[in-house]
Structure formats: structure tokens, C-alpha cells
């Protein structure tokens, strides 16, 4: 059993630099992916909005699914 426990500590720990290397890489990527978001234009007030789409008039009759 003690055999067993010390094989899998020993592994764990040998795998532990890998781990953290890519531990690194995943948030070295998400401040760039948030860095790229934020410097992003974003959409002013003061575009120009399509207009709303009009309610069918009650005399329509609604369209038959195919």
C-alpha cells in the first residue's frame, strides 16, 4: 500500500511543472483575449438604429408553416 501511495505522490509531483506551465499559458491567454475585448470599439448612442418592425395589421392573416 505504501508501495502504491509513493508511485502515485511521485507522479503527481513529476507532472506538477507541466501543470503549472500550462497553468501560465491559459492566463497569459485571457488577459489577452480581455485586453483585445476592451480595446474593442464599441457601439455609440449615436449610430443610427434600424426601425422597429411594424405589428401585422389585424386583417393579415398570419403566414402557414410549410
Same mark, same amino acid.
Given at each position: 500500500? +505504501?508501495?502504491?501511495?509513493?508511485?502515485? &505522490? $511521485?507522479?503527481t509531483l513529476d507532472q506538477l511543472?507541466?501543470?503549472?506551465?500550462?497553468?501560465?499559458?491559459? #492566463?497569459? +491567454?485571457? $488577459?489577452?483575449?480581455?485586453? +483585445?475585448? /476592451?480595446?474593442? !470599439?464599441q457601439a455609440e448612442d449615436t449610430?443610427? #438604429?434600424? !426601425? !422597429?418592425? =411594424?405589428?401585422? =395589421? /389585424? /386583417?393579415?392573416?398570419?403566414? &402557414? +408553416? =410549410?
Amino acid at each position: 500500500m +505504501a508501495s502504491v501511495t509513493r508511485y502515485v &505522490l $511521485k507522479d503527481t509531483l513529476d507532472q506538477l511543472p507541466d501543470m503549472l506551465h500550462s497553468v501560465g499559458q491559459v #492566463r497569459k +491567454a485571457w $488577459k489577452q483575449l480581455t485586453k +483585445a475585448s /476592451d480595446e474593442a !470599439p464599441q457601439a455609440e448612442d449615436t449610430e443610427e #438604429r434600424p !426601425p !422597429p418592425l =411594424a405589428p401585422p =395589421a /389585424d /386583417d393579415e392573416e398570419p403566414p &402557414l +408553416a =410549410a
